[in-house]
Structures are given as C-alpha cells and as structure tokens.
C-alpha cells in the first residue's frame, strides 16, 4: 500500500527523500522540482516551512534544499525582445 501525504507533501516525496540513506543534493534536488510541480497551494514557502518543522534534520541535503527553497526567486530580467531589436537596428 503506497503511503500518500497531506496539502503540503501530497506524495509524500518530501518525507520520502528524509528516509533515503546517502541521498545526494542533486537527487534532493530533482525531489524538490516534483514536489514543487505536485503543490496547489498559493505560497509554497508557507508549506516549506511546515516541512522544515516536521522533517527538518542537520547537515540533511534536504533540510539544505528546503531552506534554499524559503528564498524568494529572482526576479527574471527583461531580455529584450523585437521592440528592442528594432531600436538597435534604427540607431
């Protein structure tokens, strides 16, 4: 019977990866990604920080990437675009 979790951890991968012996940070990382996908609420922070409370351990690669994950992203810098072309090419 396969164990399924709640609104924050809805498939369980997040307590999953804690039970993993010698998982890596780049498999907790790949974790996170599919966590992050399979999440419906409007913060995911609010959930991250519940998850660090039930599961969080020291020195965890999933503790690390957890508490990465609490940072706001950056914001994503206009790159341009045919607007932009079009004024380069007119100067």
């Known amino acids: 019977m396969v164990e399924r979790g709640d609104e ?11 039970r ?5 940070l ?3 990382r790949s ?6 996908l399979s999440i419906q609420l409007p913060d995911p922070r609010v959930a ?5 409370d039930r599961h969080g351990e020291d020195g965890h690669p999933m ?3 957890l508490t990465e994950g609490l ?7 206009r790159r341009g675009g045919r607007a932009a072309r079009v004024r380069s090419e007119d100067t």
């Open 63 to 65: 503790t690390q990437v």
């Open 8 to 18: 924050n951890d809805p498939k369980g991968l997040i307590r999953e990866a804690y």
């Open 26 to 28: 780049p498999e907790c």
């Open 48 to 52: 991250i920080r519940l998850l660090l």
């Open 31 to 36: 974790i996170f990604m599919d966590w992050a």
């Open 71 to 77: 940072n706001a992203p950056p914001r994503p810098a």
């Open 20 to 24: 993993i012996e010698g998982i890596s």
